[in-house]
């Protein structure tokens, strides 16, 4: 896909995708991995990336490139009701600080609550990353455009994605994508502005 000067295209498995990988979704989720698999955290993601059928599996990302080179990633997968931690590859890779994952899915992180409060037919987007001087540029829309289209030929029938609720631009992005709040979690909120908001449009 070439939208202007971007083309986005699918990730390919191997190490240098990968770690591409690892970066973006490491940024999208504030450095939530860094923090729970520490220094070797886009070696883990990486190592988990190339194989097949799973949520962190190439098969699910797409790269997008500006001048010759990766500006951006977003990643997105039908949901599996049921699907947990456990059936993870990155439960295993992750050797001994699997424990931590392992807690930090107990204690209810926003990384691991995904498949729980997802439906059958819903097509969850879950990292979006741009390069922070390449934003502006419709990087970001032309890359949840094209996410949206796979969950369409895959025949999902829910676009699902969870924002923290103090980042408005992000809000605003998806908004203008026709996406709407749906839900908040955690349902009371102690902290203004530090919950998720899961927003959806039907497709």
Request: hydrophobic residues 45%; positive net charge.
């Amino acid at each position: 896909m070439n939208s202007g000067s971007i083309t986005i295209h699918p990730a390919r498995p191997n190490a240098e995708d990968g770690l591409l990988f690892a970066h973006y979704a490491d940024e999208a989720a504030e450095g939530s991995f860094r923090i729970l698999l520490g220094r070797r955290a886009h070696g883990i993601l990486a190592a988990v990336f190339v194989e097949p059928d799973h949520d962190y599996s190439y098969e699910h990302v797409l790269l997008a490139e500006a001048g010759g080179s990766v500006v951006g990633m977003a990643q997105g997968f039908r949901a599996v009701p049921g699907r947990c931690l456990a059936n993870q590859p990155l439960l295993r890779a992750a050797g001994p600080r699997g424990r931590i994952l392992r807690w930090a899915a107990a204690a209810g992180h926003p990384l691991f609550r995904i498949h729980s409060t997802l439906r059958e037919g819903h097509f969850y987007l879950q990292f979006l990353a741009v390069e922070e001087g390449h934003r502006g540029r419709g990087i970001g829309p032309a890359l949840i455009d094209a996410i949206e289209k796979r969950a369409r030929a895959d025949g999902s029938l829910r676009f699902a994605v969870d924002v923290w609720d103090r980042n408005p631009r992000a809000k605003h992005l998806y908004a203008g994508h026709g996406m709407t709040a749906e839900s908040y979690w955690p349902r009371r909120i102690v902290i203004p502005g530090f919950g998720l908001v899961r927003m959806t449009k039907p497709l």
